[in-house]
C-alpha cells in the first residue's frame, strides 16, 4: 500500500510539473467587451436593405488552445448591439504572438458568421471577418491569467468597423 502512495505522488508531482515544462499544448478561457466603431457600409443610401450606421457594444467569449506559446487558436462566440439592432456570432480565430514575455504584441484574424435581428427588419446572417492586432500583459506565466487590449478591422452585414474591445484571458 505505502508503494503504492509513493508511486501515485511521485507520479502526480511529476504530472503537475510536466504540464509547464513539457507540454506544448495548454487550454485557455477568454473574456473580452468593447466599443464597435461603425465606419463605413457597402450598401447604397438608396437601398431598401437594413443599413448599420450606428456604434455599437459587443461581447465574446472564446475557448481556445495555444501551441509552444506563439500561436493560438480559438472557437468563439458572442452578443452585439448596434443600436436598436441586435444579433449573435460564432467565429474561430487564430493569434500570432511575439514572444512569451509579460507584455506580448500579436496579431491575428477571425472569420464567423454573423446573425442580427434589426427592428424592423426580417433578421439576416452575413459572413464576419475581422484583422486584430493588440497588446497582452501576462501577470503569472504558469497560471496564464493576462489582460489584453485590441483592436482591428472587422467586416459583418456589409459593413466595415473598428472594435475597441478589453478583455481577461485565464
Given at each position: 500500500?505505502?508503494?503504492?502512495?509513493?508511486l501515485?505522488l511521485?507520479?502526480?508531482?511529476?504530472?503537475?510539473?510536466?504540464?509547464?515544462?513539457?507540454?506544448?499544448?495548454?487550454?485557455?478561457?477568454?473574456?473580452e467587451?468593447?466599443?464597435?466603431?461603425?465606419?463605413?457600409?457597402?450598401?447604397?443610401?438608396?437601398?431598401?436593405?437594413?443599413?448599420?450606421?450606428?456604434?455599437?457594444?459587443?461581447f465574446?467569449?472564446?475557448?481556445?488552445?495555444?501551441?509552444?506559446?506563439?500561436?493560438?487558436?480559438?472557437?468563439?462566440?458572442?452578443?452585439?448591439?448596434?443600436?436598436?439592432?441586435?444579433?449573435?456570432?460564432?467565429?474561430?480565430?487564430?493569434?500570432?504572438?511575439?514572444?512569451?514575455?509579460?507584455?506580448?504584441?500579436?496579431?491575428?484574424?477571425?472569420v464567423?458568421?454573423?446573425?442580427?435581428?434589426?427592428?424592423?427588419?426580417?433578421?439576416?446572417?452575413?459572413?464576419l471577418?475581422?484583422?486584430?492586432?493588440?497588446?497582452?500583459?501576462?501577470?503569472?506565466?504558469?497560471?496564464?491569467?493576462?489582460?489584453?487590449?485590441?483592436?482591428?478591422?472587422?467586416y459583418?452585414?456589409?459593413?466595415?468597423?473598428?472594435?475597441l474591445?478589453i478583455?481577461?484571458?485565464?
Amino acid at each position: 500500500m505505502k508503494k503504492i502512495l509513493l508511486l501515485s505522488l511521485l507520479w502526480i508531482s511529476f504530472h503537475g510539473n510536466a504540464q509547464y515544462q513539457y507540454s506544448t499544448m495548454r487550454h485557455y478561457i477568454k473574456i473580452e467587451g468593447g466599443a464597435l466603431k461603425y465606419y463605413v457600409s457597402t450598401i447604397s443610401e438608396n437601398s431598401d436593405k437594413l443599413q448599420l450606421a450606428e456604434d455599437g457594444i459587443a461581447f465574446n467569449g472564446i475557448y481556445g488552445w495555444d501551441f509552444d506559446e506563439k500561436i493560438h487558436l480559438g472557437l468563439g462566440g458572442g452578443f452585439m448591439s448596434l443600436g436598436d439592432t441586435k444579433g449573435v456570432t460564432a467565429f474561430s480565430e487564430i493569434n500570432f504572438y511575439v514572444s512569451n514575455t509579460h507584455i506580448n504584441p500579436y496579431t491575428g484574424i477571425r472569420v464567423g458568421y454573423s446573425y442580427i435581428f434589426p427592428e424592423g427588419f426580417a433578421s439576416q446572417g452575413d459572413l464576419l471577418a475581422e484583422f486584430v492586432t493588440g497588446l497582452q500583459i501576462n501577470f503569472d506565466l504558469y497560471t496564464y491569467f493576462s489582460i489584453y487590449l485590441q483592436t482591428g478591422f472587422m467586416y459583418t452585414q456589409k459593413s466595415l468597423m473598428v472594435p475597441l474591445r478589453i478583455g481577461l484571458k485565464f
